[in-house]
């Protein structure tokens, strides 16, 4: 796809975990530990069969937390409160991520299966936290998790973006594929491979600055 395309976009959306920051920070990976810990404490069973379920229910669901709710009666609140007292020190502030992601014309949106206040504290760590006009969390989307498509199209449709002026970054491909069907120009932030199958994804960058330093170069 040509770069310049970048040029007529007004509208960027950010996935938040394993994007907006690397992975190497090791951040999410404290979130997986605490989820399995919950579980395990929630319905009384161990630790290893609290992963197995976990995962299931990611895998199924989108979301470890929705299969919970489902099957489960758990409070969200509580749930997301719990996994998201995570320390933070790993994150530092990122003026060269600052500077890149303020050069980009019109609104940056954080969308995220996360939570707001634990999204905020993340923005807040890297130093960027001011630059983001809204951030679209997993109350916001009704407790349907990405990979729906509907949460995205009911975003795009309340704050009246076109979908065509919108730019859209995630980790996890399968995720891009709702914004490819709405018509987003979709990037994924990974080391992975290209495959010919992953036709929904327009860009692809190993770290989000070399996203947006091509980006920042094409605008």
Request: with cysteine.
């Amino acid at each position: 796809m040509d770069s310049n395309i970048f040029k007529k976009k007004s509208v960027w959306i950010f996935d938040l975990d394993n994007t907006i920051y690397e992975p190497e920070t090791k951040i999410f990976s404290q979130i997986d530990e605490k989820m399995k810990t919950f579980i395990s404490e929630k319905i009384f069973i161990s630790k290893e069969e609290a992963l197995i379920l976990q995962k299931k229910y990611y895998k199924k669901y989108g979301t470890t937390l929705f299969g919970l709710m489902k099957h489960h009666d758990i409070n969200p609140d509580e749930f997301l409160d719990f996994v998201h007292n995570i320390d933070l020190e790993n994150l530092k502030k990122n003026p060269t991520l600052h500077k890149m992601i303020k050069i980009l014309p019109g609104e940056k949106i954080i969308y995220t299966n996360g939570e707001r206040k634990y999204a905020k504290k993340v923005l807040d760590a890297l130093g960027i936290k001011d630059l983001f006009k809204d951030i679209w969390d997993i109350k916001s989307s009704n407790f349907i998790p990405k990979p729906e498509i509907n949460p995205l199209k009911n975003y795009l449709f309340e704050r009246s973006f076109k979908a065509e002026n919108c730019v859209y970054f995630e980790d996890l491909k399968k995720n891009l594929l709702p914004g490819h069907q709405l018509g987003l120009t979709t990037i994924h932030i990974s080391n992975e491979a290209s495959n010919e199958s992953d036709f929904y994804i327009d860009f692809r960058f190993k770290t989000i600055i070399s996203a947006l330093d091509m980006i920042n170069k094409n605008i």
